[in-house]
């Protein structure tokens, strides 16, 4: 015997060590699970290809870019031959579709407020990008409630209630639903802010050289802004997409049924309940948008056909909501060859 005291570990260092080394195992295994998940991942990700949804593809990748006018088939205004337009809206112009003649124009170039018109290029954009119109969307008092307070146009749609995208559609067309345009923005691009990128990319592809936005709706912001002149070349590629036209010329429709609106939710077109359409012999017109804002004053785009040629119309700035309505009329009646 040396002398040396006999070091006995006490019961408590044993379950110390015990712990240890059951951590050590347990990180160990989990380190191990982590690896084998992370390799059949990557061996699946080589034979499987996740297509992204829409809300997760990134800003600036969506429809702004998806459906881009060909340069030969760039629709350009030609003011060479412009008559001056006898209006009493100070800002207007009507426009030849096919050829981009501009037949007679006042103000086309002036900045103005676009009010609800903003909502055509919405139209576009998800009229390019979403395809099932059948596809289910709940209303949400997200998306409700500022409209409201701000005492903007509504489709009439509950908060909870379950309607299809192609009522979003007619919604935001025919009573001008700030509601219905906020929620196709927010199934194209995840949010409003995000969709207005794509408008403002849309707006830079089709030639809109002095045009911006800064919300789907229409209502009004300073930094909203564009003129008589894009709004035509808005309206003209608008009609190259036969969805969007055919929303754009549809006077009623029916939304559908629901519990809280059983029979559905009737809906009128805010611009033929201000004409017929055939007010000017030999000329009918086809469908438009209404718009207004008290900075923007009484607005309207149309588009009309004569001896089987399409025309396209926009006033702005009126001060009564008569004061477009008959400037279309007039434009149509004495300005188109």
């Given at each position: ?5 006999i070091d ?9 060590r ?11 295994v ?5 690896l084998?998940?992370g390799g059949?991942?990557?061996?699946f990700?080589?034979?499987?290809r996740?297509e992204p949804s829409?809300?997760?593809v ?13 340069e030969?088939?760039a629709?350009?205004?030609?003011n060479?031959?412009?008559?001056a337009?006898t209006?009493?809206c100070?800002?207007?112009i009507?426009?030849d ?7 007679a124009?006042?103000?086309e170039?002036?900045?103005?407020y676009?009010a609800?018109?903003?909502?055509v ?7 390019e ?6 596809a ?7 998306i ?17 209630e379950t309607?299809t995208?192609?009522d ?8 001008s ?15 409003e802010?995000?969709?207005?990128t ?23 912001h300073q930094?909203?802004y ?8 808005l ?16 006077s ?7 519990e809280k ?16 359409g055939?007010?000017?012999e ?7 948008k ?7 004053g ?10 089987d ?6 006033f702005?700035?009126?001060t009564?909501q008569?004061d477009?309505?008959?400037?279309t009329?007039?434009c149509?009646?004495?300005d188109?060859?």
């Amino acid at each position: 015997m040396n002398g040396k005291p006999i070091d006995i570990p006490s019961s408590t260092s044993k379950k110390r060590r015990r712990k240890i080394y059951y951590g050590r195992v347990a990180l160990a295994v989990l380190l191990l699970t982590g690896l084998l998940y992370g390799g059949v991942k990557l061996i699946f990700s080589f034979f499987i290809r996740e297509e992204p949804s829409l809300e997760s593809v990134p800003v600036g990748t969506l429809s702004a870019v998806r459906n881009p006018p060909s340069e030969d088939a760039a629709f350009t205004l030609d003011n060479e031959n412009a008559a001056a337009l006898t209006a009493d809206c100070p800002v207007g112009i009507l426009v030849d579709n096919q050829t981009g003649e501009v037949l007679a124009a006042k103000g086309e170039t002036d900045r103005i407020y676009p009010a609800s018109l903003t909502k055509v290029m919405t139209l576009l954009l998800a009229a390019e990008s979403l395809e099932d119109l059948d596809a289910p969307f709940t209303m949400t008092s997200a998306i409700i409630d500022p409209l409201y307070l701000d005492d903007a146009s509504i489709t009439g749609i509950s908060p909870g209630e379950t309607v299809t995208v192609r009522d979003l559609f007619y919604g935001m067309i025919l009573p001008s639903g700030g509601d219905a345009a906020v929620a196709l923005a927010t199934l194209v691009a995840g949010s409003e802010e995000a969709f207005v990128t794509l408008m403002n990319q849309k707006a830079e592809s089709l030639g809109m050289t002095n045009t911006h936005f800064e919300n789907v709706s229409g209502m009004h912001h300073q930094n909203q802004y564009s003129t008589a002149g894009d709004l035509a070349i808005l309206l003209h590629y608008a009609l190259e997409n036969e969805f969007a036209k055919t929303v754009l010329s549809t006077s009623a429709y029916t939304t559908t049924q629901t519990e809280k609106h059983p029979e559905g939710i009737e809906l009128q077109s805010t611009l033929f309940s201000r004409m017929y359409g055939d007010e000017v012999e030999g000329v009918t017109i086809l469908g438009g948008k209404t718009g207004y804002t008290k900075a923007a004053g009484q607005c309207l785009m149309t588009f009309a056909e004569k001896d089987d040629k399409l025309y396209l119309s926009v006033f702005c700035r009126g001060t009564d909501q008569w004061d477009p309505v008959f400037d279309t009329l007039r434009c149509y009646e004495e300005d188109l060859p």
